[in-house]
């Protein structure tokens, strides 16, 4: 089945470096890839998506480029602010049951910034 | 812009009683997720629907049941609860078909049910 790794936490970076979390993934097929971030004691919120090789998303400073070679969708951002602490997930979307699209996790990583 | 909505926020119940989650989709999305957190864990999908009919299950428990209503807000039904479907469950919402459909879900806040 589909699947996604994303590198181990906790991060801990000082305000302004850079943030790289890793995501690779397997899946048949061309899924969509996502980030989405869960800050404490909130839900999920989008970050980010992609939906075909070398598509970029990006948005607050993120990016991530949907790499199909490396089958990588690795998260930067080249100077991270204390209020990016949360935990980032990395997902994907495969099609199932009568065209709906159940995203797969992966585990979770926990970035916290101190100033 | 309107989000998810879910209700309630929080929800204490004791072992064996029963829970009732409600979900309310963003206006004019037609189907809907349901997710389970555990403590520390990624989100396990459970069930979704499309236009009131379930579409596809997940890791979602024979105690557990679901619907969508006419009026597009889900339902997790749980039964018989045990200490370990203490959690946050998420209902998430998106547009399959029509202008702006999309594969992208959008996350209520989420329940964290505690059983005790």
């Known amino acids: 089945g589909d699947s996604v790794t994303q590198m181990e936490g906790p991060v801990t970076l000082s305000e302004e470096a850079f943030l790289t979390i890793n995501c690779t993934y397997t899946a048949t097929g061309y899924p969509s890839l996502f980030w989405y971030v869960q800050y404490p004691g909130e839900g999920l919120q989008l970050l980010l998506k992609a939906t075909k090789a070398d598509d970029k998303g990006s948005n607050k400073g993120f990016e991530a480029t949907y790499r199909k070679e490396t089958t990588s969708f690795h998260l930067e951002k080249g100077s991270v602010q204390v209020s990016d602490s949360a935990v980032y997930f990395c997902?994907?979307?495969?099609?199932?049951?009568?065209?709906?699209?159940?995203?797969?996790f992966g585990k979770g990583t926990k970035l916290s910034v101190i100033p | 812009a309107a989000g998810v909505i879910q209700s309630p926020r929080h929800l204490i119940k004791e072992k064996r009683e029963t829970a009732t989650l409600k979900c309310y989709p963003i206006p004019r999305h037609d189907t809907v997720y349901w997710y389970q957190q555990g403590p520390g864990q990624d989100p396990q999908f459970l069930i979704s629907f499309y236009e009131k009919m379930q579409s596809d299950k997940g890791s979602i428990p024979d105690r557990f049941s679901a619907q969508q209503f006419s009026d597009y807000h889900s339902e997790l039904n749980m039964s018989s609860l045990e200490l370990g479907d203490s959690a946050l469950y998420f209902c998430?919402?998106?547009?399959?078909?029509?202008?702006?459909?999309?594969?992208?879900?959008?996350f209520g806040p989420g329940t964290r049910l505690t059983v005790l």
């Open positions: 997902a994907l979307t495969s099609p199932s049951g009568a065209g709906s699209y159940q995203l797969t």
């Open positions: 998430a919402s998106s547009l399959r078909i029509g202008a702006g459909a999309t594969d992208t879900q959008y």
